[in-house]
């Protein structure tokens, strides 16, 4: 004969102050560990989203990030007029070489960092979707202007539409804000790639980006630079470089969230089950008289996990609804490029069902040897109690 879910509801009730300890230790476990799993998830996203599946970036052969990668100009030209390069209504090649430095720059709370400083063609509003002004207007070709991405004009320090910045001792305008659909790019500042190239003493590229007419021939594209001695390039997906460009940096993000979620899930896990041992210890007389009315010990330690996992999944969801205000937060990371990559908090549906994977682990590890030793209480020694 099986216990009612009722008498377990009512048990927690009356022990109000012992259940709401539990319930809070699993909570917040469950809400530090989901946090950790969004500003990992956070920035895999916003590098995966960078670049477009149409697209492919040629870089030097065994480079690890365009910062590492050099092309000549010549190269970048030959490239670009290839068969399979879509062209647009004026018949124009849409490729973009571009050239990438990084440049210390100051935060608002007043510490250094790395910025990408993207060196660009009119071409690169083309070959790549989702790239919008917000405020402003682009650079203009042949001057020292600049546009900064919205994501690292929050997070710098005097970097805004109207000001200038200081770049190899000459200043440069910062004539407009863009919006990159929250991608790694809203992290760079960008500007013409001819008048940049001489002033950081640049002579060739480090990428060129290219819409294919047809995705499918990216590896065959590849498969014919890699038998070309002379040009030592590589041709990759875009989307599919940037994100294995965040593959080392959101690794280590999840393995914190790991490292973060089993010691505290440990102290969890203790509270939980001193918690639950406490109750055993509150209703000997209480198991002693349903023995004694007739139910089993299976029956007994069945409830008393049960009870358990009750309080796990309601401090799972406290501790996701805790998380939740997370989503959206800005923060930032190190890049393949040595440079900082800003990135919002994702909840995702992932980030939710690991956190309450982990408490229902919580709630049954807590609870399996207390109910073991709810289920051996003597029957004669709790009689005599009551």
């Not at 020292?144 to 000459?170: A, P």
């Not at 760079?188 to 940049?196: F, K, L, P, Y």
Request: hydrophobic share 45%; glycine share 10%.
């Amino acid at each position: 004969m099986a216990l009612p879910l009722s008498y377990n509801i009512r048990s927690l009730y009356v022990r109000v102050h012992v259940t709401l300890l539990a319930i809070g230790g699993i909570a917040l476990v469950v809400a530090v560990l989901t946090v950790l799993i969004a500003m990992a998830m956070g920035f895999r996203l916003a590098l995966q989203a960078t670049g477009s599946p149409e697209n492919v970036i040629v870089t030097q052969r065994g480079s690890q990030s365009e910062l590492t990668s050099g092309m000549s100009r010549e190269n970048a030209n030959v490239l670009s007029v290839n068969e399979r390069v879509q062209r647009n209504t004026d018949g124009q090649p849409l490729a973009s070489p571009e050239m990438v430095v990084v440049a210390a720059m100051v935060r608002n709370d007043g510490a250094s960092t790395n910025i990408v400083i993207r060196g660009v063609t009119k071409k690169a509003f083309e070959v790549r979707t989702g790239i919008r002004l917000v405020e402003g207007r682009a650079f203009q070709s042949g001057l020292y202007e600049v546009i900064v991405g919205r994501r690292i004009r929050d997070r710098m320090r005097d970097i805004d539409h109207g000001r200038s910045i200081d770049l190899q001792r000459r200043q440069w305008s910062i004539v407009g804000v863009f919006e990159a659909n929250g991608n790694g790019f809203e992290s760079e500042i960008w500007g013409d790639v001819d008048v940049m190239g001489p002033a950081f003493n640049r002579d060739g590229y480090q990428s060129l980006t290219m819409r294919m007419r047809n995705p499918l021939t990216i590896p065959t594209f590849n498969a014919e630079l890699e038998r070309n001695p002379r040009m030592q390039l590589q041709a990759v997906q875009e989307r599919q470089y940037y994100e294995e460009q965040s593959g080392e940096v959101s690794t280590q993000l999840l393995g914190l969230a790991g490292f973060v979620a089993i010691v505290m899930g440990i102290g969890a896990i203790f509270g939980a089950m001193n918690t639950m041992y406490a109750i055993v210890a509150a209703r000997s007389r209480e198991i002693g008289t349903l023995r004694a009315l007739g139910f089993s010990q299976q029956s007994i330690l069945t409830s008393f996990v049960i009870e358990s996992i009750f309080l796990a999944i309601v401090g799972g969801t406290l501790g996701c609804l805790i998380a939740l205000p997370a989503d959206g937060i800005s923060s930032a990371a190190g890049g393949a490029n040595f440079a900082e990559v800003a990135f919002a908090f994702k909840i995702t549906p992932i980030a939710l069902g690991t956190g309450m994977l982990l408490a229902i682990l919580m709630g049954v590890i807590g609870g399996v040897l207390p109910a073991f030793r709810a289920a051996k209480v003597p029957v004669v020694a709790a009689l005599r109690d009551v």
